[in-house]
């Protein structure tokens, strides 16, 4: 546990970022999860619609450093990926 004032201060500020931070990532993976049910499901076009929703989730995640630029560059290419080899 933490001692000095500033010490507790910063545990209480990481508890607020860590609910922030589970709420942008679990987001991101509904939207991710639901454009694979999709392809999955041979629903191409909806598939389609969903990915702007999804590039988004993915964005906002790397913005707010949930995930590494990398990280997010290749999610989105493996979705993108995805739904262009289920229409092929």
Same mark, same amino acid.
């Given at each position: 546990?933490?001692? #000095? ?8 500020? %990481?508890? $607020?970022?860590? =609910? ?5 990532? %679990? ?5 991710? +999860? %639901? =454009?694979? *049910? ?14 702007? #929703? ?8 790397? +913005? $707010?450093? =949930?995930?590494? *630029? ?6 989105? %290419?493996?979705? #993108? ?8």
């Amino acid at each position: 546990m933490p001692i #000095t004032t500033g010490a507790k201060k910063a545990l209480r500020a %990481s508890e $607020r970022k860590k =609910v922030f931070n589970i709420r942008r990532k %679990s987001a991101m993976k509904d939207i991710t +999860k %639901s =454009v694979d *049910k999709a392809v999955l499901a041979g629903d191409t076009k909806k598939a389609e619609e969903l990915l702007p #929703t999804a590039y988004k989730a993915i964005d906002k995640a790397e +913005k $707010r450093g =949930v995930i590494k *630029k990398n990280t997010a560059a290749r999610k989105k %290419s493996r979705l #993108t990926a995805r739904i262009v080899k289920a229409k092929a």
